[in-house]
């Protein structure tokens, strides 16, 4: 019963944690512009906080290089259970433009789960925002 309240808190105000692991800044744009007044994230209940350890969902947009993986695994760890992980953009899902190159990893589930991948390059706030709630749409599925 505890779980389901917690789980039906979360989803109702879940709170969001934006990391760029390297991106060119398009998605970051993409992401700001989805919590701005215009697109309106949050009347989905979504916080944009600014430590791991008050987030439920790292929002993650770039390719990870090896010099960044250890600081996203770290940031990773300090978030509370559960927690979720969105893939924002090519790079974030497969490495995208960067794919192939010496110091990129491809995708950043090659170093932290995955909760949602979002597509795109970059990815239109639209998109971000089907994410987001298909992935609390999920969550709510499997409590209820
Ligand atoms: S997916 Fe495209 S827009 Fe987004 S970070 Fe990569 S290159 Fe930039």
């Not at 389901?4 to 998605?27: D, E, M, Q």
């Not at 969105?86 to 790079?91: F, L, N, S």
Request: hydrophobic share 40%; proline share 7%; aromatic share 8%.
């Amino acid at each position: 019963m505890l779980d389901k309240l917690k789980t039906w808190a979360r989803t109702k105000s879940p709170w969001i944690l934006h990391f760029n692991s390297g991106a060119c800044n398009g998605c970051d744009i993409e992401i700001l512009a989805a919590l701005m007044p215009n697109y309106d994230l949050e009347r989905f209940g979504v916080l944009l906080k600014a430590t791991p350890r008050h987030a439920d969902i790292l929002v993650c947009s770039g390719p990870v290089t090896r010099q960044i993986a250890k600081r996203l695994r770290r940031i990773y760890d300090q978030m509370p259970e559960p927690k979720f992980v969105v893939a924002v953009g090519a790079c974030a899902c497969s490495g995208g433009a960067f794919r192939g190159c010496y110091n990129v990893y491809e995708g950043i589930d090659k170093i932290i789960p995955v909760s949602a991948y979002i597509p795109g390059c970059p990815v239109r706030p639209e998109a971000i925002i089907d994410g987001v709630a298909k992935l609390l749409g999920s969550l709510q599925k499997k409590t209820a």
